[in-house]
């Protein structure tokens, strides 16, 4: 018979084999290359108004939810607060598009951080 130790510690590897544990906040807070501006400006650059939005006049704030994987990598996005389906879609397709970041660390050591940014699309 498996020691019960043996069986935690089997399907623990498995877990985080698959997702590392997420942190909210971190001593060193994931940073995106180049800081803020450099984020704000890559958006800017990468958004594609929806069409469907545009001839509806549709405009607004969307926050987009995901995590700085430990390799600094963008993953586990979702919508923290939509406006409408195209741009709640587009706004997850630019920041999938995002660069590797700098990850943030826990005591030095590399970790998984949640990250909310706003995406505003604003009709000109």
């Known amino acids: 018979s498996k020691d019960l130790g043996e069986v935690v510690a089997v399907a623990y590897g498995e877990q985080t084999?698959?997702?590392d544990p997420i942190f909210n906040i971190v001593e060193d807070?994931?940073?995106y290359p180049g800081g803020e501006l450099a984020l704000r400006k890559f958006i800017a650059w990468a958004i594609k108004y929806?069409?469907?939005?545009?001839d509806n006049g549709i405009q607004g704030k969307v926050?987009?939810?995901f995590v700085v994987e430990k390799d600094g990598s963008v993953g586990r996005m979702k919508i923290a607060r939509g406006v409408d389906p195209s741009l709640d879609r587009e706004a997850l397709r630019v920041v999938g598009s995002l660069p590797k970041w700098i990850p943030g660390k826990?005591?030095?050591i590399p970790v998984?951080?949640?990250y909310t940014v706003p995406i505003n699309f604003v009709l000109q």
């Open 17 to 19: 084999a698959k997702q």
């Open 29 to 31: 807070m994931p940073e």
């Open 50 to 54: 929806p069409q469907a939005a545009l």
């Open 63 to 65: 926050y987009v939810n």
């Open 106 to 108: 826990q005591k030095g």
């Open 112 to 114: 998984a951080v949640s």
